[in-house]
């Protein structure tokens, strides 16, 4: 590969809606629950590992979590553990990836991914990291199938709208290192939600270029997300 890359996993939610779930009332994170032995967010560095010899990880995580999170680490193989850094978290998600970029030594490209996105697949990521070897912002969108339309805030439809613009927005999200570092140092203080990375260059004026995503790549939100990509769980 002839560019250097690094990867920020965020991994600092708080889960609430699957803690709510009653299996699951004592987790500390959905990131923490297990399958085959290991911990959801050691399958997600895993499936990034296949696929891109990674520089550096930083795992972002809660404070009072990151025993467990240590603990986890050890299902890792010892090459691939030594790149992954544990990083303490933020109280907005553009906090934590903020600190997550600052743990980083400069590279040419970092990857900002959800620490729940595990079901990565490796002709997905070969050709998202194809892509970003041509540009400075890249981000996956799957196309809406639904009828979109936009309400108010007493629940009245005010407009539809042209669905063949509109698409869903996954991660990992790649940007070139300088570009999205300094995109966040502009922006730390900004009262704006920046609910991904790519929103923070769109309100810089910045063009983001999009690949088509993958369909499996789903965020576990809920347990049954992990029942339907065929993942079977007991009880916490």
């Not at 809406?144 to 629940?155: A, H, M």
Request: charged fraction near 30%.
């Amino acid at each position: 590969m002839s560019a250097d890359f690094s990867a920020v996993v965020v991994a600092a939610g708080e889960s609430q809606r699957f803690r709510s779930d009653p299996n699951y009332p004592n987790l500390e994170t959905k990131n923490l629950i297990e399958w085959d032995s290991k911990p959801l967010f050691v399958h997600t560095i895993e499936a990034l590992l296949k696929v891109c010899d990674f520089k550096e990880i930083a795992l972002v995580v809660k404070k009072e979590n990151e025993g467990a999170f240590k603990k986890g680490l050890g299902a890792l193989p010892e090459a691939a553990k030594e790149r992954v850094r544990l990083v303490e978290g933020g109280a907005r998600r553009m906090d934590s990836v903020r600190n997550g970029i600052n743990s980083l030594s400069q590279v040419d490209y970092v990857a900002i991914h959800d620490g729940a996105r595990p079901f990565l697949s490796s002709s997905f990521l070969d050709r998202l990291i194809s892509k970003a070897l041509r540009a400075e912002a890249v981000i996956p969108v799957l196309p809406v199938t639904e009828t979109v339309k936009e309400v108010n805030s007493y629940g009245f439809v005010e407009r539809s709208l042209d669905r063949s613009r509109i698409v869903r927005v996954q991660t990992p999200q790649i940007f070139n290192y300088k570009l999205i570092k300094e995109a966040h140092l502009k922006l730390a203080n900004d009262s704006e939600e920046f609910t991904d990375d790519s929103m923070m260059l769109e309100k810089l004026g910045v063009d983001v270029e999009t690949v088509l995503g993958d369909p499996m790549n789903i965020k576990v939100t809920i347990p049954s997300d992990l029942i339907q990509m065929g993942v079977k769980l007991g009880n916490a």
